[in-house]
């Protein structure tokens, strides 16, 4: 078998350069966000033993779903014993935001064979969609090795350090004393994750009407006001966008 060629040779180190510098842009750009997302993650991982769990149980529902909403959406369902056709639904409701970033994304990675698709859905979240569309929503080509790696860059570091940050929280969990408010903790780990998302008019219409609604929402029973306020967040937030781009407001 003959040696590769000196061109060859040239060709794969700058492919493999090429992608390494896209992967480090992505993993800078998601830096900021992470010390939020560990304090998000363990926060859920004591929740889920506090909430009656076995840490075998936990564990699989962390590295399984790797959904902190849903997870914290249906921890309270499952303690109380809801049917658990609710406590998917909940699951799903809470996620449906997760359709309309696969759409978005679908031009991007499309070309990919459909198990590589399937696994970029399970590792992308919020924060890796919002850094990812900004930088390449208006590229003129689509799918290119950069925007992959890119990507991948922003989603990667975001799940190790929540699959780390919950699994002490599921060990640590037993150690923490029940008078403890978590709930604090996590909603201050959430603001400073959402926070930075309120930069465009559809967002912060969105996000308010989100918040009136789980707002109202507390009197409703098994934590449907947080269900209906995603559904109305998501509503709202497709109005605004299109009217805000009608009237070129937006």
Request: proline content about 6%; hydrophobic content about 55%; aromatic content about 10%.
């Amino acid at each position: 078998m003959l040696p590769d060629s000196p061109d060859s040779s040239d060709s794969t180190r700058l492919l493999r350069q090429e992608r390494l510098a896209a992967f480090r842009q992505g993993v800078h750009a998601i830096v900021p966000a992470l010390i939020a997302t560990a304090t998000w993650g363990l926060v859920t991982g004591v929740a889920m033993v506090k909430s009656g769990l076995t840490e075998s149980m936990a564990l699989a529902m962390t590295l399984l779903l790797y959904a902190g909403s849903a997870q914290l959406t249906s921890l309270p369902l499952i303690a109380s014993g809801a049917p658990l056709w609710l406590i998917f639904m909940a699951g799903c409701v809470v996620n449906l935001r997760f359709l309309i970033f696969g759409a978005a994304l679908h031009p991007f990675f499309r070309h990919l064979p459909w198990p590589r698709r399937l696994a970029l859905g399970y590792f992308t979240t919020d924060m890796g969609f919002v850094l990812f569309m900004p930088r390449f929503g208006d590229a003129a080509q689509r799918g290119t090795r950069e925007q992959l790696w890119y990507f991948l860059g922003t989603i990667a570091p975001g799940w190790l350090v929540w699959q780390s940050a919950s699994i002490a929280g599921i060990y640590l969990g037993a150690l923490v004393p029940t008078g403890w408010s978590l709930d604090f903790a996590a909603v201050l780990a959430l603001l400073a994750i959402t926070v930075p998302l309120a930069n465009s008019k559809p967002m912060l219409v969105s996000m308010l009407a989100a918040g009136v609604t789980a707002w109202v929402g507390q009197l409703l029973p098994l934590r449907l006001g947080l269900a209906a306020a995603v559904i109305m967040g998501i509503l709202a937030g497709i109005w605004a966008e299109r009217y805000f781009h009608k009237t070129g407001r937006a």
